[in-house]
T-cell receptor
Framework: AQKVTQAQTEISVVEKEDVTLDCVYE???????LFWYKQPPSGELVFLIR??????QNEISGRYSWNFQKSTSSFNFTITASQVVDSAVYFC???????????FGTGTSLTVIP | EAGVAQSPRYKIIEKRQSVAFWCNPI?????LYWYQQILGQGPKLLIQ????????DSQLPKDRFSAERLKGVDSTLKIQPAKLEDSAVYLC?????????????FGPGTRLLVL
């Protein structure tokens, strides 16, 4: 079974629009960690955020914000006032306390149209 | 601080040939990971090293893939012989201690095309 589901395969928005990327995870561990990475065309996975399962506070970093809801097992990522440089593939990942392996979703390809 | 370095960036080979990839992790990072990312998918862990010891290689196809990290710093991943289905991006990542939930930092990857 897929531990991390990113149902949106591709999203296109016009510059300055807001966009939310969905991430749903599945785990039986009570302690776990969630991550978002950005993969631009150059290929490198760029770390964006890490969250542990005991911290449900939403986080904002500039135009980026994250909404962690344990009740729905979701860790969604919103980009406000999108820019062309935001065009990339975004991956959500889960690291469980048991096993310590990263489980990546299949990614959401975001295209921001100027 | 320098990031994770990988080389080569691109490699094209014919099936049944051999190929090797190199990775140098962030300075001081004890844990090193190799991932395979097939087009349209998320990265999949192949092997994890803690210093120069293997922690997890359960998903490494050991009949054709091998990896080493002899001095606990840089690492090489080898495929011998390559198959068409090995065409993918091979990503190297490192983390400071390898503790549970620790952030992994990735290199730019090596894009392999097997013809």
């Amino acid at each position: 079974a897929q531990k991390v589901t990113q149902a949106q395969t591709e999203i296109s928005v016009v510059e300055k629009e807001d966009v939310t990327l969905d991430c749903v995870y599945e785990t039986r561990d009570t302690t776990y960690y969630l991550f978002w990475y950005k993969q631009p065309p150059s290929g490198e996975l760029v770390f964006l955020i890490r969250r542990n399962s005991f911290d449900e506070q939403n986080e904002i970093s500039g135009r980026y914000s994250w909404n962690f809801q344990k009740s729905t097992s979701s860790f969604n990522f919103t980009i406000t006032a999108s820019q062309v440089v935001d065009s990339a593939v975004y991956f959500c990942a889960l690291s469980e306390y048991t096993g310590n392996q990263f489980y990546f979703g299949t990614g959401t390809s975001l295209t921001v149209i100027p | 601080e320098a990031g994770v370095a990988q080389s080569p960036r691109y490699k094209i080979i014919e099936k049944r040939q051999s190929v090797a990839f190199w990775c140098n992790p962030i300075s001081g990072h004890a844990t090193l990971y190799w991932y395979q990312q097939i087009l349209g998918q998320g990265p999949k862990l192949l092997i994890q090293f803690q210093n120069n010891g293997v922690v997890d290689d359960s998903q490494l196809p050991k009949d054709r893939f091998s990896a080493e990290r002899l001095k606990g710093v840089d690492s090489t991943l080898k495929i011998q012989p390559a198959k068409l289905e090995d065409s993918a991006v091979y990503l190297c990542a490192s983390s400071q201690q390898g503790r549970r939930g620790e952030t992994q930092y990735f290199g730019p990857g090596t894009r392999l095309l097997v013809l």
